[in-house]
């Protein structure tokens, strides 16, 4: 279990806490929802959430498989819906991994992403096209 601990400072603006590190990061509503964009907003944090979820993920298999990926990234381009009300409507995701990993642990790492933690919790309704690029 990890506690966090979040705080409205005003003007759309919160922190959050990390109990166990007490790291803070802190989030501002967007500019199309009455916010100044100043930082993530609280569904950039989920967008973000998804995408280093999957990296680490993958991260876990290939070490277990003794695959190395360092250097790898991830790309999410967060799409809000606004009907039937205003939530996540789509997260699209690049992969990119390097070129020299085998052929046949490629679905490995690929099957590994898509089982991420936080991909498992979104709600269906929302679109998670993922796309792998082997550098």
Known sequence: MVEITCAYEGQLHCTAKHGPSGSVIATDAPVDNMGRGEAFSPTDLVATALATCMLTTVAIVAERHKIEIKGATAKVMKIMATQPTRRIGELAVEIHLPAGIPQD???????????????????????????????
């Open 105 to 135: 642990q490629r679905a490995r790492l690929e099957n590994a992403a898509q089982a991420c933690p936080v991909h498992r919790s979104l709600h269906p309704d929302v679109k998670i096209p993922v796309t792998f690029h082997w550098d």
